[in-house]
């Protein structure tokens, strides 16, 4: 079994700061991207940022300047720092992982945590 959880969401002002937390826990032997995806009501999920196992980041338009995601290989966790905080960030930020559990299995699969809240509003 693995699990991956997120921590730091909340209610924010615009212009403020969060920083979102994520773990991978269980049975794994090797993990690939980790990254963040955003879901706003209403909307489809989207990508937001992505890391390599290395630490190359890659990032939507929409937040570039504004966020960065780092990992800890070590502790199997991705974190993303959430600075100047529009209203249209507003959405549930999801954790996501690629990873083998394995040393024999054979592709890598992705797993997901079950999401934080990001409420961004005066």
């Known amino acids: 079994q693995v699990e991956l959880v997120e921590s730091g969401g909340g209610l924010v002002q615009p212009g403020g700061s969060l920083r979102l937390s994520c773990a991978a826990s269980?049975?794994?032997?090797?993990?690939?991207?980790m990254g963040w995806y955003r879901q706003a009501p209403g909307a489809e999920r989207e990508l937001v940022a992505i890391?390599?196992?290395?630490?190359?980041?890659n990032y939507a338009d929409s937040v570039k300047g504004r966020f960065t995601i780092s990992r800890d290989n070590a502790k199997n966790a991705v974190y993303l720092q959430i600075d100047s905080l529009k209203p249209e960030d507003t959405a549930v930020y999801y954790c996501?992982?690629?990873?083998?559990?394995?040393?024999?299995?054979?592709?890598?699969?992705?797993?997901w945590g079950p999401g934080t809240q990001v409420t961004v509003s005066s």
């Open positions: 890391i390599t196992s290395d630490g190359i980041p």
């Open positions: 269980g049975r794994i032997f090797s993990i690939n991207g």
């Open positions: 996501y992982g690629k990873l083998k559990r394995f040393p024999y299995s054979y592709n890598y699969s992705d797993y």
